[in-house]
């Protein structure tokens, strides 16, 4: 816990006030100013649909370094969580652990990201005859078959996306 509990403290710095908040989860609290670059591509972030934000989606919001350092801000805070080179998606934190996870699987990130990217696909073979009543046997993962190319790399933890054929994932 702060010594100043959760409520804003105003620092002298530069010749100019500044009012801070405290944000932070558990025992780890961590100062952001308000009204800042970090709190302006929260709200963005938090008002867009869907569960993947590419970094192209954040780029306007200001330069380069600012939008890379507002992106570790919010990875930071476990407001997002890497999945891939320029893939964020939306994480909350797990009352059980006490660490971000993402919101609505990571299944359905990597559908969304899929889409988002505008790569063709559709689901492996395992999943295709579960799906159908070929067979009981549950799939324990979660491949696609690619029909168009995609290069990328999606992971979140031990769990990534599984190219079924290989064939456009080259």
Not at 22 to 40: A, E, L, P, Q, V
Not at 61 to 81: F, Y
């Amino acid at each position: 816990m702060s010594i100043f509990g959760n409520e804003s403290v105003h620092l002298w710095h530069k010749h100019a006030i500044m009012k801070l908040s405290t944000i932070g989860r558990g025992d780890i609290m961590r100062k952001r100013y308000k009204n800042s670059f970090i709190s302006k591509m929260l709200s963005f972030v938090e008002r867009m649909p869907g569960n993947v934000v590419l970094r192209k989606d954040v780029k306007h919001l200001g330069g380069s370094r600012q939008v890379t350092r507002g992106l570790n801000a919010l990875i930071e805070d476990g407001r997002l969580v890497r999945i891939g080179v320029g893939v964020y998606a939306k994480a909350e934190i797990s009352e059980f652990l006490n660490e971000p996870v993402l919101r609505y699987g990571f299944t359905a990130a990597c559908i969304e990201t899929l889409d988002r990217f505008g790569v063709r696909w559709q689901v492996g073979q395992a999943l295709k005859a579960y799906n159908e009543g070929k067979t009981q046997q549950v799939p324990v993962r979660f491949e696609v078959r690619l029909r168009s190319r995609f290069r990328r790399r999606l992971a979140y933890g031990n769990l990534y996306l599984r190219f079924e054929g290989m064939r456009y994932a080259k």
